[in-house]
């Protein structure tokens, strides 16, 4: 929905969850709000073009509460945890981060949360829009292990954009500054307890600051305000084409619990079945990579104008008059100077430079399958 096109007049009910940082995000110019995981999430604060480029150019601060914690504890949280991912979290260290996708049992893909190994057993979850909680405390009261699950009283911030390090130098200084990228440390701002990870969705140089105290939540917020005036800090919301210029996924978007990872493309390196452990889906997982997948959520190049906005609906993707997929985001990429996005498509038409046609709401446009991410394969901007 275009900006223009919404009210003024904002309504908050009491049946969804407001983070800790939401006040401070009215207070500063918040004007409209999405609901993920139950929660209110920043939709914008100014033209999303505008912080597109503040982000690229500055450092900004972004409320993600919405990542609600899963947090696993216990004598048995390792196993306990191993079994719930396709990762191989034997290779996973102490305050290690890692990509991890959590499986169903018939191998769809319940969640792909960043997962912080915050201790020798204790994990974090920081999960996307699905009920993880639930469904971890489901398979805990049947799997005879040791462990306990809870949300626990953890809100992330997120600090992005090429002058995250000088900002988070000044709050925290060079043992926090000098992270590796996906790795996490415990820290203290003054008596404000948190943890600080090397993480962020944008594929730009940025730490996220997870607090853990969410009464302290406004005075985290300015104190990340003040200390970043000198670098020109501007909150946004979470910035939609910046993801998709790096093939960051959103789940209950361009996936679901229908797909598995091996029709994602870049995911499948993922799943991996050389360890020793079992995983929930695990001999689903097996026989899909031995059979092959029918379809693939690839990257899109779309003609025509600058979209305004990501997408408020699929759009079909068609093939000789015959629909054939759909696309799943769309935006336009200021950088890049043309409209990009994710669709799902038919195997053979997953292949780099396959043309297609998407039908949009004002009529159809020529589209064409790209390779992902759409810039930067190798994360050099975030590791830098």
């Given at each position: 929905?275009?900006?223009?096109?919404?009210?003024?007049?904002?309504?908050?009910?009491?049946?969804?969850?407001?983070?800790?940082?939401?006040?401070?995000?009215?207070?500063?110019?918040?004007?409209?709000?999405?609901?993920?995981?139950?929660?209110?999430?920043?939709?914008?604060?100014?033209?999303?073009?505008?912080?597109?480029?503040?982000?690229?150019?500055?450092?900004?601060?972004?409320?993600?509460?919405?990542?609600?914690?899963?947090?696993?504890?216990?004598?048995?949280?390792?196993?306990?945890?191993?079994?719930?991912?396709?990762?191989?979290?034997?290779?996973?260290?102490?305050?290690?981060?890692?990509?991890?996708?959590?499986?169903?049992?018939?191998?769809?893909?319940?969640?792909?949360?960043?997962?912080?190994?915050?201790?020798?057993?204790?994990?974090?979850?920081?999960?996307?829009?699905?009920?993880?909680?639930?469904?971890?405390?489901?398979?805990?009261?049947?799997?005879?292990?040791?462990?306990?699950?809870?949300?626990?009283?953890?809100?992330?911030?997120?600090?992005?954009?090429?002058?995250?390090?000088?900002?988070?130098?000044?709050?925290?200084?060079?043992?926090?500054?000098?992270?590796?990228?996906?790795?996490?440390?415990?820290?203290?701002?003054?008596?404000?307890?948190?943890?600080?990870?090397?993480?962020?969705?944008?594929?730009?140089?940025?730490?996220?600051?997870?607090?853990?105290?969410?009464?302290?939540?406004?005075?985290?917020?300015?104190?990340?305000?003040?200390?970043?005036?000198?670098?020109?800090?501007?909150?946004?919301?979470?910035c939609e084409a910046r993801r998709i210029e790096a093939g960051i996924f959103n789940y209950r978007s361009d996936m679901t619990l229908e797909n598995n990872p091996f029709e994602?493309?870049?995911?499948?390196?993922?799943?991996?079945?050389?360890?020793?452990?079992?995983?929930?889906?695990?001999?689903?997982?097996?026989?899909?990579?031995?059979?092959?997948?029918?379809?693939?959520?690839?990257?899109?190049?779309?003609?025509?104008?600058?979209?305004?906005?990501?997408?408020?609906?699929?759009?079909?993707?068609?093939?000789?008059?015959?629909?054939?997929?759909?696309?799943?985001?769309?935006?336009?990429?200021?950088?890049?100077?043309?409209?990009?996005?994710?669709?799902?498509?038919?195997?053979?038409?997953?292949?780099?430079?396959?043309?297609?046609?998407?039908?949009?709401?004002?009529?159809?446009?020529?589209?064409?399958?790209?390779?992902?991410?759409?810039?930067?394969?190798?994360?050099?901007?975030?590791?830098?």
């Amino acid at each position: 929905m275009g900006q223009d096109a919404l009210s003024t007049t904002l309504y908050f009910g009491p049946w969804y969850r407001r983070s800790p940082f939401f006040e401070a995000t009215l207070r500063h110019g918040c004007q409209a709000y999405d609901i993920y995981n139950h929660m209110y999430l920043p939709g914008y604060y100014d033209d999303p073009v505008k912080e597109y480029w503040h982000l690229l150019n500055h450092v900004t601060i972004w409320d993600v509460a919405v990542e609600r914690i899963v947090e696993i504890t216990g004598p048995d949280a390792f196993d306990f945890t191993n079994m719930l991912t396709c990762r191989d979290l034997t290779k996973c260290a102490i305050g290690q981060c890692k990509y991890a996708i959590i499986t169903a049992e018939d191998g769809g893909i319940i969640n792909d949360p960043v997962l912080l190994r915050v201790a020798d057993n204790r994990f974090w979850l920081a999960v996307a829009d699905s009920d993880v909680l639930l469904w971890a405390k489901g398979v805990a009261v049947h799997s005879g292990m040791d462990v306990t699950v809870v949300e626990p009283d953890v809100s992330p911030i997120q600090v992005q954009g090429p002058k995250s390090k000088d900002l988070i130098q000044t709050l925290f200084g060079p043992e926090v500054t000098g992270l590796r990228y996906y790795w996490c440390v415990q820290a203290d701002l003054g008596d404000i307890p948190v943890l600080v990870s090397r993480t962020g969705w944008t594929g730009e140089v940025g730490y996220e600051i997870y607090l853990r105290d969410g009464a302290r939540g406004d005075e985290l917020w300015e104190r990340v305000i003040d200390a970043g005036r000198p670098f020109d800090i501007k909150p946004i919301a979470p910035c939609e084409a910046r993801r998709i210029e790096a093939g960051i996924f959103n789940y209950r978007s361009d996936m679901t619990l229908e797909n598995n990872p091996f029709e994602i493309t870049g995911m499948e390196r993922l799943v991996e079945l050389d360890q020793d452990a079992d995983f929930i889906g695990r001999k689903a997982l097996e026989r899909i990579r031995t059979e092959g997948v029918k379809r693939k959520l690839v990257g899109i190049e779309l003609g025509g104008g600058a979209l305004p906005f990501e997408l408020a609906s699929f759009w079909p993707v068609v093939l000789d008059g015959r629909r054939v997929g759909y696309v799943t985001d769309a935006i336009w990429s200021p950088r890049l100077e043309h409209n990009i996005g994710y669709a799902w498509v038919p195997m053979e038409l997953s292949v780099p430079g396959s043309g297609v046609v998407v039908e949009m709401p004002e009529g159809t446009t020529p589209a064409r399958v790209v390779t992902l991410p759409f810039i930067d394969p190798k994360k050099d901007i975030p590791k830098s």
